[in-house]
């Protein structure tokens, strides 16, 4: 097998390029050429225009073999970059930090060294260029599932992973038990009577409600679900009201759920209506709640983790690899893909206190210890080379 490190360099320029040219969910067009135009430069067979910005990228060996599946996600974050760096974003208001300019830079390299051993494989592998993995709760994975049917029909195995600032440079965590959350999002508007500000008894006061909603929602977790699951309510907006001295007659929230126990899809919505129904009641106002099912919960196929342990431990460079401590309640929309094909999502440690990589995701002063990219290859390929290279 080609050395990585023969390809650090270009490892870093890759990430860097994307790092300074973010575009966030479905508006990849910059992203998406740049990926077309390197996967063809490699000699794969490119299509584009999935999912509005999707790129997959196909490269077939020896007829005979499985047909594997290596995604990637594209999007960035509506987020003001703080960092100081040379390849510090470009477009103000849209940042990488999410790790997926990284996860960008690996799937390239990673198709560039396949490419120049197409000789050795027996089988196909997809590269998946995914856009809109932020976009919760739509997501890309699903509309680029039904829009790619015929890449995915048949897929024997699918791999992706993210980049974790919570662990050491290098180390890998995977889990046969669910390691993400379901991610839903709900919208409430609350409508009332309005009134002057110095008479609020002549008002439904919607503010008050409101309030009092976010409150009590975001207690609904906390007295409603046994202590330690892994579950979380929040509210992170509140809209209404324009003047000081009036009392509004409509005010909505947003906010989201999270959960790993795929039950509590059905629990949580009929708590929340609880919940309003009575704040409602007792203000004399009306509600209107508008649930929106997500990400599922991300759980691995069993038999792949088994396999994926094994590839990890037995590849030349040293690589810790470790059970996942508990799962993250953030959502990851890989998940779709695991409902309709088996495969393994894992996390691939890029802190480093010795650089000062230390912040965590959705941070305006994320960054990643870029040597972690030569791991994440590295596995890669190792994983690619189980599965069809030739013996």
């Known amino acids: 097998m080609i050395q990585v490190k023969e390809f650090y360099a270009e490892l870093i320029d890759l990430r860097r390029h994307f790092h300074k040219y973010p575009e966030t969910a479905n508006e990849e067009y910059e992203t998406s050429a740049y990926l077309k135009n390197y996967l063809a430069a490699c000699g794969l067979e490119v299509y584009s225009g999935l ?39 470009y477009n103000p208001g849209i940042m990488h930090a999410c790790g997926h300019d990284g996860h960008m830079a690996v799937t390239l390299i990673t198709a560039k060294i396949l490419s ?46 993210h980049f974790w600032p919570f662990l050491e440079t290098g180390t890998i965590a995977l889990s046969e038990n669910p390691i993400m959350a379901a991610g839903d999002v709900f919208e409430v508007s609350f409508k009332g009577q309005g009134a002057h500000g110095a008479n609020p008894h002549q008002s439904t006061d919607v ?18 679900i046994e202590p330690g ?47 309003l129904a009575g704040i409602s009641s007792a203000y004399n106002g009306s509600y209107e709640l508008n649930y929106k099912y997500g990400y599922p919960v991300l759980e691995n196929d069993k038999k792949m983790v088994e396999l994926v342990k094994k590839i990890i431990l037995s590849m030349p460079e040293q690589t810790a690899v470790m059970e996942v401590p508990k799962p993250s309640l953030t959502s990851e929309d890989f998940a779709a893909y695991l409902h309709e094909i088996p495969g393994c999502y894992f996390w691939l440690g890029t802190q480093s206190s010795r650089q000062g990589v230390i912040n965590s995701l959705h941070n305006p002063q994320y960054d990643l210890d870029e040597n972690a990219m030569v791991t994440a290859v590295e596995t890669l390929l190792s994983i690619v080379q189980h599965f069809v290279l030739k013996k």
Do not use: H, W
Request: charged share 20%; proline share 5%.
């Open 51 to 89: 999912a509005e910005t999707g790129v997959i990228g196909v490269l077939n060996g020896g007829a005979g073999g499985p047909t594997i599946g290596l995604r990637s996600d594209m999007d960035a974050l509506p987020i003001n970059e703080e960092n100081d760096v040379s390849y510090k974003s």
């Open 116 to 161: 120049m051993i197409r000789e050795q494989i027996k089988g196909t592998i997809v590269f998946i260029f995914q856009p809109a993995e932020e976009n919760l709760p739509e997501g890309g994975a699903k509309r680029l599932l039904n829009e790619g049917k015929r890449f995915f029909r048949g897929m024997d195995a699918i791999f992706g992973f």
């Open 207 to 224: 503010l008050m409600m409101a309030c009092n909603a976010v409150l009590s929602l975001t207690s609904i977790v906390s007295r409603n």
């Open 229 to 275: 699951t892994s579950a979380t309510l929040s509210v992170g907006a509140i809209e209404g009201g324009k003047s000081p001295n009036v009392l509004p007659t409509d005010v909505s929230i947003k906010g989201t759920s999270r959960y790993t126990n795929p039950e509590f899809g059905s629990i949580l919505p009929k708590k929340i209506e609880n919940v």
